[in-house]
């Protein structure tokens, strides 16, 4: 296998030992509670969307550490570059499986980047 280009796996095994909760978390978009874009800028809309996802899993009793996969969705693949470094603070303690998909028409004009998830979190 190549090395790998980030924090990601490309494979991951999840052994449960005990009760465990899995949380699907769905597309996360760039915006605000009332439904407006953060911003503009591709590292603003990653790492708002990042926080999201960590207010979820922290509603669910988890953190970042208990994501098993991660798809992300960028309408311009040359975004990764600036993606990338902003994804890989938030996956230091683990390395999800990940889907990377470029090209992409996003249901919400200016935005730039969707990323949903899975967890496995054990009780």
């Known amino acids: 296998m190549p090395k790998a280009l980030g924090a990601y796996s490309h494979g991951l095994a999840v052994d449960l030992i005990g009760p465990a909760r899995m949380v ?3 597309g996360q978009l760039p915006l605000d509670t009332e439904g407006n874009l953060v911003s503009e800028d591709v590292e ?17 009793g988890g953190d970042m550490s208990h994501v098993v996969k991660v798809q992300t969705f960028l309408t311009d693949v ?9 994804r890989n603070e938030y996956f230091e ?10 090209g992409v028409t996003l249901v ?13 979190i054990p009780l």
């Open 24 to 26: 699907f978390i769905t």
């Open 108 to 120: 919400k004009p200016g935005c730039r980047i969707e990323v949903e998830a899975i967890a496995v």
């Open 44 to 60: 603003i809309q990653t790492r708002h969307i990042f926080e999201n996802i960590k207010s979820i899993l922290a509603e669910a």
């Open 93 to 102: 303690e683990c390395r999800p499986a990940s889907t990377l998909v470029g």
């Open 78 to 86: 040359a975004d990764f570059a600036k993606v990338s470094p902003v």
